[in-house]
């Protein structure tokens, strides 16, 4: 079955630097790989995702990048902000091949202002 | 902005009682995902439904936990008996689309179980 790496585990970074979040999967048939944010107490809120016919996605501050060949998606946050302290998580999934979500162990960043 | 809404939000209850979990997806939303999430790890699948059919459930502990969504809209998942072990959040989720697409899920804000 699917199995995602996440790393670093924690992260920290000066308010206004960015910070990059790098997932390694192992089956070659996911397809769809979303990014979650988790804040303390709450859900986990989708912030961007990526399909396999894409390399790199884009959304304001937030990019996401897909490297198929060596089975590795990455995300960038740029001009970090306090707020963006929480724990994400990234995810690979297969969905037309029955392959449900298999979520990475998570990486709590931190933003200092 | 429709949400996934789930209750209670804390439940402590003692092991070997039975614990009930309730989750009301995003109106029109047919498939619903019930996860796991043990503190420090990602969220973990339970059982996923299709409409009121269950699609996966090849991860949940049958012996224990049951879950249901007989019409086809809200689920409840079961726990009984509970056990140490089981002190966790239980995230529900719901995605707009069939099985066949690959489409985004959204999550609630939990249930976060302590078994004592």
């Known amino acids: 079955g699917e199995n995602v790496e996440q790393h670093p585990s924690t992260l920290s970074v000066q308010e206004g630097d960015s910070a990059v979040i790098k997932c390694t999967y192992s089956?070659?048939?996911?397809?769809?790989f979303p990014w979650y944010k988790q804040e303390l107490g709450k859900g986990p809120q989708l912030i961007i995702d990526i399909r396999s016919n894409v390399g790199e996605k884009k959304d304001q501050r937030i990019a996401v990048t897909l490297n198929k060949t060596a089975k590795h998606f990455s995300l960038h946050i740029t001009e970090t902000q306090p707020e963006d302290s929480a724990v994400y998580f990234c995810?690979?999934?297969?969905?037309?091949?029955?392959?449900?979500?298999?979520f990475g162990p998570g990486t709590r960043l931190s933003v200092l202002p | 902005e429709a949400e996934v809404a789930q209750s209670p939000r804390y439940k402590i209850t003692e092991k070997s009682q039975a614990v009930a979990f309730w989750c009301d997806p995003i109106?029109?939303?047919?498939?619903l995902y019930w996860y796991r999430q043990i503190l420090g790890q990602g969220p973990e699948l339970l059982v996923q439904f299709q409409d009121e059919s269950v699609v996966d459930d090849s991860q949940l502990p049958k012996d224990r936990f049951s879950a249901e969504r007989l019409k086809g809209v809200d689920s409840t998942l079961k726990i009984q008996p509970a056990e140490l072990g089981d002190s966790a959040m239980y995230l529900c989720?719901?995605?707009?689309?069939?099985?066949?697409?690959?489409?985004?899920?959204?999550f609630g804000p939990g249930t976060r179980l302590t078994v004592t």
């Open positions: 989720a719901s995605s707009p689309a069939g099985l066949a697409r690959p489409y985004e899920q959204y």
């Open positions: 109106s029109g939303h047919a498939t």
């Open positions: 995810a690979a999934s297969n969905p037309l091949g029955g392959q449900n979500f298999v």
């Open positions: 089956d070659s048939a996911s397809n769809y």
